[in-house]
């Protein structure tokens, strides 16, 4: 039977096990739903649109109620199935055979896979030991290495720890090459990137609804960048890549800013109590700006403690045996009863 692509890896994939606990914090989505009435005025604009004809294929509407959140022009906002798509269409335009992208380690698995799946060689970059970027031998790894594409995710997962823009703006060096900043989780904090990159023509910044708006299950995402760059992403993503029914949903979500809003503030006066908690444990723990927070127990093994954790139908992210984590686990803030479970399990053990 023909072999897949040579250098794929396939089999390799991204996957974060799935079990089935009554706690489950390890996948840094939104315990709470999006709101009923956004749901149902979905449901009857879906219903009477004309469904027997292909989308608007550059998402006009969505494209200026992106823009108009955001204070840019539509012709800067290219939209997708989730940013993960997003990514794939960045590096089937600017990666590829011969290209090269980067980012630095530990961060966001699907940087690296997305460029295998790309054929882009990608380059593995380290952080200091707080897991931060040093600026300077950024810039100078990017051109020793002739870097295409870089990724800073901001705040990073799985650290939580905001980058440093300014690095980002120095690494695109005036557009000579792209830095992709992914605002997965820009909501928690209170930085903008978006505002950041305007008219820096090397940075897109990416944003998704799977997390702050709370809808990982419809998968919406988008970029706003340089004009010329978005031009080129709609050129080659396919034909009505994103569907009717999708971009009405994400038109009416910006309807619902607000609730948006008090959903984030809630998680992140949550995160802060975690953080609290985290204090009076023998753990150390890396102050977040997302929804989730890495944490290291100091005196027993991280995989034990997953287990541990587990055994009370607690589910977090088990980094312990990752290059570069060692012993780390990540937790999701949940509702607040789910927090309550998951400090009370771990006082507890430790
Ligand atoms: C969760 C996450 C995403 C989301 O990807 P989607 O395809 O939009 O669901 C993107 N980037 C980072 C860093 C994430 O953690």
Redesign the pocket.
């Known amino acids: 039977m023909i072999e897949p692509r040579a250098g794929l890896g396939v089999g390799g994939g991204y996957h974060s096990p799935q079990l089935d606990v009554s706690v489950r914090l390890n ?2 989505e939104s315990p709470f739903s999006p709101s009923k009435e956004l749901l149902e005025r979905w449901y009857s604009e879906v219903t009477a649109s004309n469904l027997n004809r292909y989308p608007d294929r550059s998402a006009t509407k969505l494209r200026g109620v992106i823009a108009s959140y955001h204070g840019v022009d539509p012709s800067s906002v290219f939209v997708a ?7 794939q269409t960045i590096l089937l335009t600017y990666g590829g055979a011969g290209r090269r992208s980067a980012s630095f380690e530990p ?2 698995a ?1 940087y690296e896979t997305i460029s295998r799946t790309t054929g882009t060689s990608y380059f593995a970059f380290e952080r200091d030991a707080n897991f931060l970027i040093d600026g300077k031998s950024a810039i100078s790894q990017f051109d020793d290495n002739e870097i295409d594409v870089g990724f800073l ?1 901001s705040p ?2 799985p650290t939580g720890l905001l980058e440093d823009l300014d690095i980002a703006l120095q690494l695109s060096s005036g557009g000579k090459r792209l830095v992709v900043v ?1 605002e ?2 820009g909501q928690f904090n209170e930085v903008d990137s978006v505002q950041f990159a305007k008219g820096h023509s090397g940075i897109v910044v ?1 944003r ?4 702050i708006w709370s809808m ?1 299950g419809l ?3 988008y970029a706003i960048g340089d004009p010329h760059v978005i031009e080129n992403l709609w050129s080659v993503c396919l034909p009505y890549h994103f569907d009717t029914s999708k971009a009405k949903l994400a038109e009416l979500a910006f309807e619902y800013v607000d609730e948006m809003e008090a959903r984030v503030g809630f998680l992140r006066a949550e995160r802060d109590r975690i953080m609290d908690f985290f204090e009076t444990l023998p753990v150390t723990y890396w102050r977040s700006s997302a929804n989730f927070i890495l944490f290291r127990p100091d005196s027993i093994d991280g995989h034990k403690l997953w287990e541990m954790l587990l055994e009370r139908s607690i589910l977090v992210r088990d980094w312990s045996r990752w290059p570069r984590l060692d012993n780390c686990l990540r937790v999701t803030v949940g509702t607040a009863h789910e927090n309550d479970l998951f400090m009370e399990a771990l006082g507890d053990i430790l």
């Open positions: 996948t840094n199935n989730g940013s993960n798509e997003v990514i961060t966001y699907m995710c990073n997962n992914d997965a989780y990416i998704t609804f799977s997390k990982a998968r919406v995402g």
